[in-house]
T-cell receptor
Framework: DTAVSQTPKYLVTQMGNDKSIKCEQN?????MYWYKQDSKKFLKIMFS???????INETVPNRFSPKSPDKAHLNLHINSLELGDSAVYFC??????????????FGEGSRLTVL | GNSVTQMEGPVTLSEEAFLTINCTYT??????LFWYVQYPGEGLQLLLK?????DKGSNKGFEATYRKETTSFHLEKGSVQVSDSAVYFC???????????FGAGTRLFVKA
């Protein structure tokens, strides 16, 4: 049973198109994240939601819009795709709170290629 | 702000060699420290963690000790295997916080 699953795994599209990536977790966690990993493997946080509320938005262009319909789901919609958006996007989840160490559980990633 | 610095790779070792990957951090307060591993084509997974000073995290023969005095959390393994080839990320998170900060990652190649 996959803990954090994201779809699609691969996405190839043209510049200017709009695309979405979906993420679901079955761990009962209350916090979900989107991270972007570039070609040099550098990992950068984009967004975080806690109990469906946006709590981190890391100077990401407005073309990126996350949406969390419930605690178990976090989707990422990208408008007007650009070449620089090509990357692997990782969804992750954790359980927040002072008593938790904040370990992240990652999905397998969605590789986006913009042509 | 918080930050993590780890040694640049790639690191290439022969099987059964000793591994050290250096990691230092800058943080306010008392963060938790992590090592994550990413195997080819996969997402990151937790390798080990330490939540307070002098704690030692260990897993699968890897270990790291939380050193507050040197703000370090170096990863070590006594005898690496080909299957350890992966990218290793050092990370920190302030207790109760939502933001995990990652280092740039260190790629390890182990030759048979």
């Amino acid at each position: 049973d996959t803990a954090v699953s994201q779809t699609p795994k691969y996405l190839v599209t043209q510049m200017g198109n709009d695309k979405s990536i979906k993420c679901e977790q079955n761990l009962g966690h209350d916090t979900m994240y989107w991270y972007k990993q570039d070609s040099k493997k550098f990992l950068k946080i984009m967004f975080s939601y806690n109990n469906k509320e946006l709590i981190i938005n890391e100077t990401v262009p407005n073309r990126f819009s996350p949406k969390s319909p419930d605690k178990a789901h976090l989707n990422l919609h990208i408008n007007s795709l650009e070449l620089g958006d090509s990357a692997v996007y990782f969804c992750a989840s954790s359980q927040a709170g002072v008593s938790n160490t904040g370990e992240l559980f990652f999905g397998e990633g969605s590789r986006l290629t913009v042509l | 702000g918080n930050s993590v610095t780890q040694m640049e790779g790639p690191v290439t070792l022969s099987e059964e060699a000793f591994l050290t990957i250096n990691c230092t951090y800058t943080a306010t307060g008392y963060p938790s420290l992590f090592w994550y591993v990413q195997y080819p084509g996969e997402g990151l997974q937790l390798l080990l963690k330490a939540t307070k000073a002098d704690d030692k995290g260990s897993n699968k023969g890897f270990e790291a000790t939380y050193r507050k005095e040197t703000t370090s959390f170096h990863l070590e393994k006594g005898s690496v295997q080909v299957s350890d080839s992966a990218v290793y990320f050092c990370a920190l998170q302030n207790t109760g916080g939502f933001k995990t900060i990652f280092g740039a990652g260190t790629r390890l190649f182990v030759k048979a």
